[in-house]
């Protein structure tokens, strides 16, 4: 099972919006609405941002929001700050009880 | 509240095996799936499979097949990870996770470093 694609990287200034992007393909994030995204910070565990496309966790920023088109779902931060600045990872079900992660996507506040 | 606590950092020569715990609190263990995930140094997230704990079923992920072996312990709510024929490109932190169509919460992490 192959990586899903993402940006390595993207940047934005304070305040504004960005949109990550996670492709895949028919099999995983096109078949399946179980795609979730991850926040991690240096030296951290990763953090459950979103689930199931577009579910917020209790206790995550409404400035988080995702959303799927075909094979490519995409995670859009709001009102930038600098605490967002973190690695992102999306999380796809592939069928067969099986799971991938996006490559990661390292997000800076400029 | 949820919480997944893991086992300490280990140091491991080529070849040999590692068994990392997870002991699992404040939910019933039995009802979640508990999937492994590993980032090697520098690098993303890599899915290596799942254990169901009620069951003691399991599923891996292509890759690991036939090196990777996941057990329970539910009379504990720990669950266990065990990786054999070590190389050095296994070197990296290895987490567990709650499953439930996403992974949360997730323990802090286990350091696992093969070398000679």
């Known amino acids: 099972q192959s990586a899903l694609t993402q940006p390595a990287s993207v940047s934005g200034s304070p305040g504004q919006s960005i949109t990550i992007s996670c492709t895949g393909t028919s099999s995983d994030v096109g078949g399946y609405n179980f795609v979730s995204w991850y926040q991690q910070h240096p030296g951290k565990a990763p953090k459950l941002m979103i689930y199931e496309v577009s579910n917020r966790p209790s206790g995550v920023s409404n400035r988080f929001s995702g959303s799927k088109s075909g094979n490519t779902a995409s995670l859009t931060i709001s009102g930038l700050q600098a605490e967002d600045e973190a690695d992102y990872y999306c999380n796809s079900y592939t069928g067969s009880s099986t799971w991938v992660f996006g490559g990661g996507t390292k997000l800076t506040v400029l | ?116």
């Open chain 2, 1 to 116: 509240q949820v919480q997944l606590v893991q086992s300490g950092a280990e140091v491991k020569k080529p070849g040999a095996s590692v068994k990392v715990s997870c002991k699992a609190s404040g939910y019933t263990f039995t009802g979640y799936y508990i999937h492994w995930v590993r980032q090697a140094p520098g690098q993303g997230l890599e899915w290596m499979g799942w254990i169901n704990p009620n069951s003691g079923g399991t599923n891996y992920a292509q890759k690991f097949h036939g090196r990777v072996t996941m057990t329970r312990d539910t009379s504990i709510s720990t669950a266990y990870m065990e990786l054999s024929s070590l190389r050095s490109d296994d070197t990296a932190v290895y987490y567990c996770t709650r499953g439930s169509g996403a992974f949360d919460p997730w323990g802090q992490g286990t350091l696992v470093t093969v070398s000679s």
